[in-house]
């Protein structure tokens, strides 16, 4: 019964692909040293000379990694960028969101090379695309050529560099992939012309305490500990640092690379105890069916609170990241016969420039126990397991591996606001990340039966709605979340907005390049858009950052020097309507 209340097909199927995924990876995973990056001078520079980064590949971020290199384009849209070997477009990729317009090219040493957050697409490889979304009927599209349709030679332009998609500065995104595995490879192991002498900086440690069981005790570590020296040569004041049982090491540290005044992301950690390696965490490669696990790698909580990202030096035990090439015993170290140790953390960049970390710790001699936690008003989550959690008016389903560590679950509610037609279901701590996407269902106060399909489900934060979404079934609202926060109902009978921008009625346009028009909805965001010239479906590109579509008449067959009829349908994600219609002379 509850499979099918959470439509069990659905809900099995996806969760078996994560699984299957991650499989899959580690079977085929086999480094790619042997193999691929053997010529280092393979691959040629995507844009001109000089080439500056503002991001490096392994940065660390909330729910992935950063898979490339952003290189800085001066903060300006429209320069060349060059394919960087030979080979063909095995895919192109046109989207609002996330890499914008992308190009991928496959090149015959088995690696993928991606161009992404384009402005613009050469000629060959425009039109191709262009068929293809005239042919759909949609701006966002994702086409995979074959290999003797669209060859490209190494130096080649195959676009512009633009901010497309999420991109929130101009800049271009570049990463090379494997063929096979579609790991994401560090671009860095090729000659890119980035030079970097600069060893990594470590800035803070963290040490956290355990008990017998391994489980976390909260409230009872050393906390945040300062890091003095430079140069690659750090310690911490007042050695030896006293502990007691387990614990387990954080560290926040960063890359510095020569000329450059970002902070990027370290290639190797290691840590050794008395000089004998306890763990050794590399970003050789990543796997993108593995991006989530990086909440657990960090220290989520400070990165939520404090927007500090900390490298945990210790596993969750649903840590499953195939980036760690060596951990004992989870990471976790026992101090308590009352001798000096030597701790040594050694962080590097991807060209082995290395920083140490070195000091001395005592643990002290005392009888451990098992923490007794108190669960009253808790609900007892194990992380192997599904779990399924039932309250007045609200279903929530956790399928097996959504957490990392067993969890205290709380829940309450609270009163309505911000209009709000439920009460708030106050699901845990957002400070706590989530694996998988985790199905909510939420039984409205009163049955809309008029508005029901307008029903959504949204969250509180920072005292504004972010919409999540919603579809009615069985007398709930069901939507995926994908954090733990303060979720209620609400509904959306309001409409997009459409602003005519330069299409005014019976204007002339026969001078312009492009009809421009801002769109926008007040909640569950814009869906979809249909734009017709003539009752003939034409292209408009979608930019959600300015609230904008846009028509350029050159791409088209329009004819000239007569008038056009015009018409536009946005929906909204609850399917609410609204049409303009006009006519201009062309």
């Known amino acids: 019964m509850l499979f099918v209340f959470f439509s069990a097909k659905y809900r099995i199927y996806r969760y078996i692909w994560f699984l299957i995924g991650f499989t899959f990876t580690n079977l085929i995973r086999t480094g790619i040293y042997s193999q691929n990056i053997s010529d280092k001078n393979y691959f040629g520079l995507p844009l001109d000379k000089p080439v500056s980064i503002s991001a490096n590949f392994g940065e660390l971020r909330l729910n992935r990694f950063h898979t490339g290199l952003d290189i800085k384009t001066g903060g300006i849209v429209g320069k060349n960028v060059y394919a960087a070997a030979d080979g063909y477009v095995s895919r192109i990729k046109i989207s609002p969101y996330g890499y914008g317009k992308s190009v991928y090219i496959t090149h015959p040493n088995g690696l993928v090379t991606v161009y992404a957050h384009l402005m613009t697409l050469n000629n060959n490889i425009a039109q191709f695309i262009k068929k293809a979304q005239y042919k759909s009927k949609t701006f966002e599209i994702d086409v995979y050529p074959s290999e003797k349709q669209l060859p490209v ?23 090379i992939r494997d063929e096979k595995t579609e790991n994401v490879i560090n671009p860095l192991f090729f000659d ?10 470590i800035k803070k440690l963290f040490v956290y305490s355990f008990d017998k069981n391994y ?37 926040q540290t960063d890359d510095i690379i020569n000329g450059s005044n970002n902070d990027f992301g370290i290639f190797s950690i290691e840590l050794k105890v008395d000089s004998i390696r306890k763990y050794f965490f590399e970003l050789d490669e990543i796997s993108f069916f593995e991006k989530m696990y990086v909440n657990s790698h960090i220290d989520y909580q400070e990165a939520i609170k404090n ?14 990241l195939s980036n760690y090439k060596y951990v004992f015993e989870r990471g976790l170290l026992r101090f308590d016969d009352g001798k000096t140790h030597t701790i040594e953390i050694i962080i590097k960049d991807t060209y082995q420039n290395a920083s140490s970390l070195k000091f001395n710790i005592r643990g002290e001699n005392y009888k451990e126990s098992s923490t007794r936690l108190d669960t009253a008003g808790y609900v007892i989550m194990p992380y192997n397991k599904s779990n399924f959690f039932e309250s007045e008016n609200v279903k929530i389903y956790f399928p097996s591996g959504t957490l990392y560590d067993t969890l205290c679950f709380k829940f309450f509610k609270s009163a309505h606001k911000l209009g709000s037609i439920s009460e708030f279901f106050h699901i845990h701590d957002n400070s706590v990340p989530l694996h998988y996407p985790v199905p909510v269902s939420i039984k409205p106060d009163i049955i809309f039966e008029k508005h029901r399909d307008k029903l959504i489900i949204g969250r509180e934060l920072n005292n504004k709605i972010i919409a999540i979404g919603g579809k009615f079934e069985n007398g709930y609202i069901n939507a995926d979340i994908e954090e733990f926060g303060k979720y209620a109902l609400f509904i959306d009978t309001i409409p997009p907005v459409i602003m005519h921008g330069n299409l005014k009625d019976s204007i002339n346009l026969s001078k312009s390049q492009k009809i421009r028009i801002k769109i926008s909805d007040n909640f569950s965001r814009i869906s979809s858009y249909n734009g017709y010239i003539d009752n003939k479906w034409v292209l408009f590109e979608y930019e959600p950052k300015l609230n ?19 018409n536009l349908v946005v929906s909204d994600a609850v399917n609410n309507i609204s049409m303009f219609e006009t006519i201009f002379y062309y």
């Open 153 to 175: 030679k190494k130096g080649e332009i195959i676009g512009a560099s633009g901010n497309s998609g999420g991109s929130i500065g101009p800049h271009l995104h570049f990463e």
């Open 192 to 201: 890119f012309s980035i030079a970097d002498k600069s060893k990594p900086e």
């Open 215 to 251: 489980n976390l005790i909260t409230g009872k570590n050393k906390g945040i500990i300062d890091v003095y020296g430079t140069n690659g040569a750090y310690f911490i004041k007042n050695e030896p640092l006293i502990v007691n049982g387990t614990i387990g090491f954080g560290i």
């Open 307 to 320: 927007g500090k990202f900390y490298h945990r030096l210790w596993l969750e035990p649903n840590n499953k």
């Open 548 to 566: 904008e579509i846009v028509f350029i008449f050159e791409d088209s067959k329009i004819k000239k020097n007569k008038f056009h009829h015009f």
